[in-house]
């Protein structure tokens, strides 16, 4: 054996040369530097006796897992059993229950949290939801529905605090058992509001999810509850749309679903559930809609009720104007045929009726007209009517006509029981002395009143009249009604005069004009001078005459037809003269008279286009409240308040609605003072003489429209303003032969009443006479303020200017009439040649004591009818107004 090969000796201890190292004296080992390290050449093995000695073997697994040992290696020993040098060596941290952030995570795994985590967050979340839920559903009960469902009367109240009547609420309601409702009524109620009413829990997840999404953000609130829970919200909670009543609507319609009987929940459901005209229930309903009992309904007929849920205000056939101006009869026709329609086909498409069976039901059956309360006959029914539609419209908490439909409230009103009394036994006094169809046959017919009276002060509406009985005639006269006001308008004429001043072209004038380029305004006196001539051509303010769309003049008419020199816009006013107030108002611009009537309290929704020169004298028609109410602001200094009729309203001892006084500066004190002093000559010299007061200031204003469809006269004291309109009118609804509703046009009262016409001075201002009289029995008598200094003298409607000499005669003499001891002449202006009385005139030229003066004859066709395109029709022609 070669040398090479020979084994080494060995130690005495035995064991090689490891054993000889290991008994060696041990040196600390250096590591040589990390350079060295670096430089030092790999050598190959070599098994010569000669080589250095070569390094260990590597251990199984190669150099990398070495490195990787080692890594980790040190990676343990810096770490420390703690969070030292790094996270993933040494000791572990104590446990956590919640290992979050992660130990032994390096960058974004530290912040992900494990799938351990996740699961156990949601096991107790859903278990903390299930915990509340069953906490919930223990607590609440089972509502008792012959009790819950027992809802009270709405009772209104007197301004004196009396009782009035009590109304609404559970006053029309029997409850009647399941085997009394028709199927066809399940079937179609189950259709149109919950088609898995049959096998659901009671309760929508979905839609009790979006509708706490939209309210928690804010949004619009929605239904899509199931008849479960209609059921539960109509018998024991209260209509909000808020969160909480949603989680009680909830749990309690859970509990319901699970302890009830699917027939007994659909019958309490439809003996609870409220279908408008104060039917609360299906018998109450089908009795009031069909005039039959409720297992005798038919399913087209059931298909009819169904559709009424979805809201009885906009599905009744039969309207609901008092409520919403765009709940009409037709409007309200046509919804309710559309759903009538959309619950049978979904019938068929549900399984709940054969296609067969449809094919019958393609006539909708209309309804019968609403029954009337006999609680409510005569003005009654119009005083709950006008405080209930207040109230919906005026509220805060959005308490709609459903839920007043479904009682409990106490409504205080303004009205004064004594003065509503007056007010209509007044008009009954007229009426009964005067309306006769025996005596005068046809003329007499349709002959209507309408009336209110409001305190100047606040704007309370203290007394209507609304029509001869509430249950026999269903329009309000008081309120929006379509007449026309007449010459009633000229006071908001004179008021742009003087508040806003007629506009001067040339530049001349003390005020600029509001927004018209290049002219200037001056303040218009009372005593300022027109043209009261008859078919006066009325001209722009900056002189040119004035056309319509056509290219055709205007030429407006006088009462009577009478032709007047030069006279003060006081005399025109005091005998009612159309020529000088139509021209005032193209000076002033039509515009800035449209503003005044806005601001003295009309509605812009009655005032017929600004665009022509008639709009001055009375082509809108406002009703008797706003007339009453915009008149007051006159007598309250030019503070206008909004005419109101509900003071308070409480539900279940919790007061939910006051009323607040918000007065409005309308126009200044100077302007209303002038503006009644020229209206107190009305009736003290003028065509209202009629209306005088003993003992009393008395302002008002007679009206008589084109063609003497209606006569208004309009009056104040400082306590008190009232407005009473006459005209004539058949309201029933008529249709032809083919089934079209034929609109009935307003007719004319020549010869009604015995009188050939019929004029604001006439039954108007008696009615007027007769009510104050009463109503203000006992009450001080008090002034109107002294008007104070206001505008210049101007001319217009192409009145000469005086002389300087005369001018300055003139300025005294306005001076003088302007203040309350000024005394105008009673004598009318000299009129100047007229044609030949027609027939259409009642009395002598400006014979106010006979029956008030004439109506304003329209221009003729050829020379002064305005193009229908040139203004609103209102339904009385365009033609001119009077007295």
Request: hydrophobic letters at 30%; one cysteine or more.
């Given at each position: 054996?070669?040398?090479?090969?020979?084994?080494?000796?060995?130690?005495?201890?035995?064991?090689?040369?490891?054993?000889?190292?290991r008994?060696?004296?041990q040196?600390?080992?250096?590591?040589?530097?990390?350079?060295?390290?670096?430089?030092?050449?790999?050598?190959?093995?070599?098994?010569?006796?000669?080589?250095?000695?070569?390094?260990?073997?590597?251990?199984?697994?190669?150099?990398?897992?070495?490195?990787?040992?080692?890594?980790?290696?040190?990676?343990?020993?810096?770490?420390?059993?703690?969070?030292?040098?790094?996270?993933?060596?040494?000791?572990?941290?104590?446990?956590?229950?919640?290992?979050?952030?992660?130990?032994?995570?390096?960058?974004?795994?530290?912040?992900?949290?494990?799938?351990?985590?996740?699961?156990?967050?949601?096991?107790?979340?859903?278990?903390?939801?299930?915990?509340?839920?069953?906490?919930?559903?223990?607590?609440?009960a089972?509502?008792?529905?012959?009790?819950?469902?027992?809802?009270?009367?709405?009772?209104?109240?007197?301004?004196?605090?009396?009782?009035?009547?009590?109304?609404?609420?559970?006053?029309?309601?029997?409850i009647?058992?399941?085997?009394?409702?028709?199927?066809?009524?399940?079937?179609?109620?189950?259709?149109?509001?919950?088609?898995?009413?049959?096998?659901?829990?009671?309760?929508?997840?979905?839609?009790?999810?979006?509708?706490?999404?939209?309210?928690?953000?804010?949004g619009?609130?929605?239904?899509?509850?199931?008849?479960?829970?209609?059921?539960?919200?109509n018998?024991?909670?209260?209509?909000?749309q808020?969160?909480?009543?949603?989680?009680?609507?909830?749990?309690?319609?859970?509990?319901?679903?699970?302890?009830?009987?699917?027939?007994?929940?659909?019958?309490?459901?439809?003996?609870?559930?409220y279908?408008?005209?104060?039917?609360s229930?299906?018998?109450?309903?089908?009795?009031?809609?069909?005039?039959?009992?409720?297992?005798?309904?038919?399913?087209?007929?059931?298909?009819?009720?169904?559709?009424?849920?979805?809201?009885?205000?906009?599905?009744?056939?039969?309207?609901?104007?008092?409520?919403?101006?765009?709940?009409?009869?037709?409007?309200?026709?046509?919804?309710?045929?559309?759903?009538?329609?959309?619950?049978?086909?979904?019938?068929?498409?549900?399984?709940?009726?054969?296609?067969?069976?449809?094919?019958?039901?393609?006539?909708?059956?209309?309804?019968?007209?609403?029954?009337?309360?006999?609680?409510?006959?005569?003005?009654?029914?119009?005083?709950?009517?006008?405080?209930?539609?207040?109230?919906?419209?005026?509220?805060?908490?959005g308490?709609?006509?459903d839920?007043?439909?479904k009682?409990?409230?106490?409504?205080?009103?303004?009205?004064?029981?004594?003065?509503?009394?007056?007010?209509?036994?007044?008009?009954?006094?007229?009426?009964?002395?005067?309306?006769?169809?025996?005596?005068?046959?046809?003329?007499?017919?349709?002959?209507?009143?309408?009336?209110?009276?409001?305190?100047?002060?606040?704007?309370?509406?203290?007394?209507?009249?609304?029509?001869?009985?509430?249950t026999?005639?269903?329009?309000?006269?008081?309120?929006?009604?379509?007449?026309?006001?007449?010459?009633?308008?000229?006071?908001?004429?004179?008021?742009?005069?003087?508040?806003?001043?007629?506009?001067?072209?040339?530049?001349?004038?003390?005020?600029?004009?509001?927004?018209?380029?290049?002219?200037?305004?001056?303040?218009?006196?009372?005593?300022?001078?027109?043209?009261?001539?008859?078919?006066?051509?009325?001209?722009?303010?900056?002189?040119?005459?004035?056309?319509?769309?056509?290219?055709?003049?205007?030429?407006?008419?006088?009462?009577?037809?009478?032709?007047?020199?030069?006279?003060?816009?006081?005399?025109?006013?005091?005998?009612?003269?159309?020529?000088?107030?139509?021209?005032?108002?193209?000076?002033?611009?039509?515009?800035?008279?449209?503003?005044?009537?806005?601001?003295?309290?009309?509605?812009?929704?009655?005032?017929?286009?600004?665009?022509?020169?008639?709009?001055?004298?009375?082509?809108?028609?406002?009703?008797?409240?706003?007339?009453?109410?915009?008149?007051?602001?006159?007598?309250?200094?030019?503070?206008?308040?909004?005419?109101?009729?509900?003071?308070?309203v409480?539900?279940?001892?919790?007061?939910?609605?006051?009323?607040t006084?918000?007065?409005?500066?309308?126009?200044?004190?100077?302007?209303?003072?002038?503006?009644?002093?020229?209206?107190?000559?009305v009736?003290?010299?003028?065509?209202?003489?009629t209306?005088?007061?003993?003992?009393?200031?008395?302002a008002?204003?007679?009206?008589?429209?084109?063609?003497?469809?209606?006569?208004?006269?309009?009056?104040?004291?400082p306590?008190?303003?009232?407005?009473?309109?006459?005209?004539?009118?058949?309201?029933?609804v008529?249709?032809?032969k083919?089934?079209?509703?034929?609109?009935?046009?307003?007719?004319?009262?020549?010869?009604?009443?015995?009188?050939?016409?019929?004029?604001?001075?006439?039954?108007?201002?008696?009615?007027?006479?007769?009510?104050m009289?009463?109503?203000?029995?006992?009450?001080?008598?008090?002034?109107?303020?002294?008007?104070?200094?206001?505008?210049?003298?101007?001319?217009?409607?192409?009145?000469?200017?005086?002389?300087?000499?005369?001018?300055?005669?003139?300025?005294?003499?306005?001076?003088?009439s302007?203040?309350?001891s000024?005394?105008?002449?009673?004598t009318?202006?000299?009129?100047?040649a007229?044609?030949?009385?027609?027939?259409?005139?009642?009395?002598?030229?400006?014979?106010?004591?006979?029956?008030?003066?004439?109506?304003?004859?329209?221009?003729?066709?050829?020379?002064?009818?305005?193009?229908?395109?040139a203004?609103k029709?209102?339904?009385?022609?365009?033609?001119?107004?009077?007295?």
């Amino acid at each position: 054996m070669s040398e090479h090969r020979r084994k080494p000796p060995q130690s005495p201890g035995g064991g090689g040369r490891a054993a000889a190292r290991r008994g060696a004296p041990q040196q600390p080992q250096q590591p040589p530097p990390r350079d060295a390290r670096r430089a030092a050449p790999r050598v190959p093995h070599s098994h010569g006796s000669d080589a250095p000695e070569a390094a260990a073997p590597p251990t199984h697994g190669g150099r990398a897992a070495a490195r990787r040992a080692a890594q980790g290696g040190g990676r343990r020993a810096n770490s420390s059993g703690g969070r030292g040098g790094g996270r993933g060596g040494g000791q572990p941290p104590k446990k956590r229950i919640i290992d979050y952030p992660r130990w032994g995570k390096d960058g974004w795994r530290r912040w992900m949290p494990s799938w351990k985590l996740v699961t156990g967050l949601c096991i107790g979340f859903f278990g903390s939801l299930v915990t509340v839920a069953g906490v919930g559903y223990a607590m609440v009960a089972v509502p008792n529905p012959n009790e819950a469902s027992q809802a009270q009367n709405n009772v209104y109240y007197w301004a004196d605090g009396s009782r009035m009547v009590a109304t609404g609420g559970e006053v029309n309601r029997q409850i009647i058992t399941i085997d009394k409702i028709p199927v066809a009524m399940q079937n179609a109620v189950i259709s149109a509001e919950n088609k898995t009413f049959r096998t659901d829990s009671g309760v929508d997840p979905m839609g009790i999810a979006r509708a706490l999404f939209n309210m928690a953000k804010g949004g619009a609130t929605q239904g899509g509850s199931t008849i479960t829970q209609q059921y539960v919200k109509n018998a024991m909670l209260s209509q909000d749309q808020t969160i909480t009543r949603k989680f009680k609507e909830l749990f309690i319609s859970i509990k319901v679903g699970t302890k009830l009987d699917k027939n007994e929940i659909l019958a309490n459901y439809l003996n609870t559930s409220y279908f408008g005209r104060g039917a609360s229930g299906i018998q109450a309903a089908a009795q009031q809609y069909y005039g039959i009992d409720a297992n005798k309904l038919n399913p087209s007929q059931c298909a009819v009720l169904a559709a009424l849920l979805k809201g009885a205000t906009y599905y009744d056939p039969a309207g609901n104007t008092d409520i919403d101006p765009a709940a009409t009869a037709a409007a309200n026709t046509a919804r309710s045929e559309a759903r009538w329609k959309y619950v049978l086909d979904r019938e068929v498409i549900d399984g709940n009726m054969t296609a067969t069976e449809r094919a019958k039901y393609t006539k909708y059956p209309m309804p019968l007209a609403p029954k009337k309360n006999v609680e409510l006959a005569g003005q009654t029914g119009y005083l709950v009517d006008l405080a209930k539609a207040y109230f919906v419209n005026n509220n805060t908490k959005g308490i709609t006509a459903d839920d007043l439909a479904k009682g409990g409230y106490q409504i205080y009103t303004t009205f004064d029981k004594t003065k509503v009394n007056e007010l209509e036994a007044s008009v009954k006094k007229v009426q009964k002395a005067n309306i006769n169809t025996k005596l005068h046959g046809d003329k007499d017919k349709y002959v209507q009143f309408g009336g209110a009276s409001v305190s100047p002060k606040d704007g309370s509406i203290v007394a209507i009249y609304g029509g001869s009985d509430w249950t026999k005639h269903f329009i309000s006269n008081a309120d929006q009604t379509g007449v026309q006001v007449g010459s009633t308008f000229k006071p908001f004429v004179l008021a742009a005069a003087m508040t806003y001043g007629k506009m001067d072209p040339s530049g001349g004038s003390s005020q600029p004009d509001y927004g018209q380029p290049g002219s200037t305004r001056t303040i218009v006196s009372q005593q300022s001078v027109y043209n009261g001539k008859n078919k006066l051509k009325i001209k722009n303010y900056d002189g040119t005459v004035w056309t319509d769309k056509s290219g055709k003049e205007w030429l407006q008419t006088n009462d009577g037809n009478q032709s007047f020199g030069n006279v003060t816009l006081r005399e025109a006013m005091q005998f009612s003269m159309n020529a000088p107030y139509v021209q005032l108002g193209m000076d002033v611009g039509t515009d800035k008279v449209e503003e005044a009537a806005l601001k003295a309290g009309l509605l812009k929704t009655s005032l017929a286009s600004s665009s022509v020169p008639s709009f001055s004298i009375g082509t809108s028609d406002p009703s008797a409240i706003r007339m009453a109410a915009a008149y007051g602001t006159f007598a309250n200094g030019g503070q206008q308040n909004d005419p109101y009729s509900v003071t308070k309203v409480e539900h279940s001892g919790v007061t939910v609605y006051t009323h607040t006084a918000k007065p409005k500066p309308a126009f200044s004190s100077a302007v209303a003072s002038n503006v009644t002093d020229v209206l107190k000559n009305v009736v003290d010299k003028g065509t209202g003489t009629t209306a005088k007061l003993p003992g009393r200031q008395v302002a008002g204003k007679t009206g008589t429209t084109d063609g003497n469809r209606s006569a208004w006269f309009v009056g104040y004291t400082p306590q008190l303003s009232t407005a009473i309109g006459m005209w004539r009118k058949d309201d029933q609804v008529h249709k032809d032969k083919n089934g079209q509703v034929i609109t009935n046009a307003f007719q004319s009262m020549f010869g009604t009443g015995g009188q050939k016409q019929i004029h604001g001075a006439s039954f108007p201002a008696e009615i007027w006479h007769d009510y104050m009289s009463e109503a203000l029995k006992g009450k001080p008598a008090e002034s109107f303020p002294a008007p104070g200094k206001l505008g210049t003298v101007v001319y217009g409607g192409g009145a000469a200017s005086p002389t300087p000499s005369a001018s300055a005669t003139a300025s005294a003499t306005a001076s003088a009439s302007a203040s309350p001891s000024g005394t105008p002449s009673t004598t009318p202006p000299t009129a100047s040649a007229s044609p030949t009385p027609t027939q259409s005139q009642t009395c002598a030229p400006l014979d106010f004591t006979c029956s008030g003066g004439g109506t304003t004859t329209s221009p003729t066709p050829t020379t002064s009818a305005v193009s229908p395109t040139a203004t609103k029709t209102r339904g009385f022609g365009n033609g001119g107004t009077g007295g």
